[in-house]
């Protein structure tokens, strides 16, 4: 099948539209697979692939696991890996001649006759899959991490006790600049962000150097490397990211931009000295990914998403996102400004750090070391003709009071506070010394959010859970109603990582401020009073928001336990 064709069933079928099929076609590059291509373009995922094969050509969607992939040693030699991983093209059985393949695009056959040229075996049989389950099969066969290891020199593992007491910052910088600590560097941060990963945390202990990635939310060891790689590793993240490697006792902090597979990548890299060396995490941050995400893209239910779009078109007030960190309050906030990001609108930002670099966006850096405050900022932007104004976070009475008088005198206001739940950021703002008919008076919407995992389409099974319990924990309204639910297959499967669960999504409580509301607030009501007059408005708290995502097979129980209390 050609490349038209393929491209063709895909927007048939509903995995593409049209648009997205045009702008594949136009942006391929040189020899590369279309399907890559789409995959590049963020227009298909590996749920999207699993799901097409598994409906459309089942008899040819490779349902085998890992352990059972057998490629004798002498084969895998004559296979030239730079292509079979340029292809998405992984061998998983050898036997009488015949190589069993599996690929992200079974219908590329100029790439299986380039293997079979190069490889010269005359019957190649392919199989359908997906990119995470041909990646996993090529690192198995072609272990790259532990090349790296190898590539080091091979020393006797030593006891904590008798490594020198110091390293001097020449030795370092020139250890980590030798090609097996670069490699290492680059794949980590490359694996990581293939991982889909949001932080990469290098974690020293007293006989070995952990490496953990938080994939959804979760973190989970991925590779366990000697204590030699430890100090190398550590001095070569430091060096790309502009810090002191001679400084080993303070916390730093830093950034690194890279560029993988043509997308911009930054990553904010903070070490910390700890009882056996410096821990590195490294924060992971797409800036095309934020570029192009819509408020639609979040999760939002129907009803929420028209109060918040609204409430970010209101020509003045103050408007709270809040949440604990890793919530998702910076990809909220950066979709409305990106909403309103146009040539009529002057939007100013002070944030700490910038995250990303939007343009259209004038984003300021604070600085508390020179003075350089939100405050302060703040009080600069006024003098600056905004229309929109985004405070990184409200941390002291000062910014709380200056981003409401700029609420009150005619400027759209963007914040973010750390409470639990939308109801309560009112009596966090009153209890920092703001009166509470400013309060009332400056506020016009608070989303609190949080972020779940979502089931893994692939792989996600039936819950068998009793009708009263589903009644007692708000799922269904009674024993008669029939809604069928899911959960996490134990051990999941290629596509997700074998975790049962894949991407992520948000629940939001929205808490609009009408007069009634103002009224309440400006009375002095506790947050119990403002939770019970908003739930009478209908409010949806974050419970039962995660209920919503349930009953939509979205989600599961088990993960609304974890992330939400009722």
Not at 164 to 177: C, M, V
Not at 314 to 328: D, E, F
Request: glycine share 6%.
């Amino acid at each position: 099948m050609d490349e038209a064709k393929l491209l063709e069933l895909f927007v048939r079928l509903g995995y593409i539209t049209k648009e997205q099929a045009k702008q594949a076609y136009t942006e391929k590059q040189k020899d590369e697979d279309i399907i890559t291509t789409l995959i590049r373009l963020g227009f298909l995922d590996d749920a999207k692939l699993a799901d097409f094969y598994s409906r459309n050509m089942p008899q040819r969607f490779w349902k085998d696991s890992l352990e059972d992939v057998n490629i004798p040693e002498q084969v895998l030699k004559e296979l030239p890996e730079k292509l079979l991983r340029k292809y998405y093209i992984a061998p998983v059985k050898y036997e009488d001649g015949k190589l069993t393949v599996v690929t992200v695009n079974p219908f590329n056959q100029s790439a299986i006759n380039e293997l079979r040229f190069k490889s010269k075996i005359n019957t190649i049989i392919p199989y359908a899959s997906t990119r995470k389950t041909v990646e996993n099969i090529l690192n198995k066969l072609y272990p790259t991490v532990a090349k790296f290891i190898e590539e080091m020199e091979t020393e006797e593992e030593v006891e904590i006790e008798s490594l020198p007491i110091d390293l001097s910052p020449e030795a370092l910088a020139a250890e980590a600049g030798e090609a097996p600590i670069v490699k290492l560097a680059n794949y980590l941060i490359y694996e990581a962000v293939r991982l889909e990963a949001s932080d990469i945390h290098i974690e020293p202990y007293e006989k070995k150097v952990v490496v953990r990635y938080r994939v959804d939310g979760i973190l989970r060891i991925f590779h366990e490397f000697p204590l030699r790689v430890k100090d190398p590793l550590t001095a070569r993240y430091k060096i790309m990211s502009n810090m002191d490697i001679a400084e080993r006792r303070k916390p730093q902090d830093g950034r690194i931009r890279v560029r993988i597979g043509g997308k911009r990548i930054d990553l904010r890299v903070s070490t910390v000295p700890t009882v056996y060396g410096e821990k590195v995490v490294m924060r992971i941050q797409e800036a095309e990914r934020y570029l192009s995400v819509k408020l639609e893209d979040l999760g939002f239910e129907e009803d929420d998403l028209e109060k918040f779009r609204k409430a970010i078109w209101t020509p003045w007030g103050m408007i709270l996102v809040t949440g604990p960190t890793g919530s998702g309050k910076t990809t909220t906030l950066y979709a409305s400004l990106m909403e309103r990001n146009t040539p009529e609108v002057n939007i100013m930002t002070a944030e700490d750090p910038v995250e990303v670099s939007i343009p259209g966006l004038n984003q300021v850096q604070v600085n508390e070391q020179i003075g350089l405050t939100f405050a302060s900022v703040l009080r600069a932007f006024l003098r600056q003709d905004p229309d929109i104004i985004l405070i990184g976070e409200i941390r002291d009475t000062e910014t709380a009071e200056i981003g409401i008088r700029a609420a009150l005198t005619g400027h759209l206001v963007f914040s973010t506070l750390h409470t639990n739940d939308a109801p309560s950021s009112v009596t966090r703002l009153v209890d920092m010394g703001i009166e509470p008919f400013l309060v009332g008076s400056s506020l016009i919407l608070i989303v609190a959010q949080r972020l779940i995992r979502r089931l893994c389409p692939v792989c996600k099974v039936e819950a068998k859970v009793p009708k009263d319990a589903l009644v007692r924990m708000g799922v269904l309204k009674d024993t008669s109603e029939e809604i069928v639910i899911y959960t996490h297959r134990e051990g999941g499967c290629e596509a997700c990582n074998h975790t049962g669960y894949k991407g992520r999504t948000a629940v939001h409580e929205i808490l609009e401020i009408d007069e009634e509301m103002r009224k309440l607030i400006i009375k002095g009501a506790t947050s119990e009073d403002i939770k019970d007059l908003a739930k009478k408005k209908g409010m949806r708290t974050l419970y039962e928001a995660g209920i919503l995502k349930v009953r939509k097979g979205i989600t599961s129980l088990e993960e609304v336990a974890r992330v939400l209390a009722k």
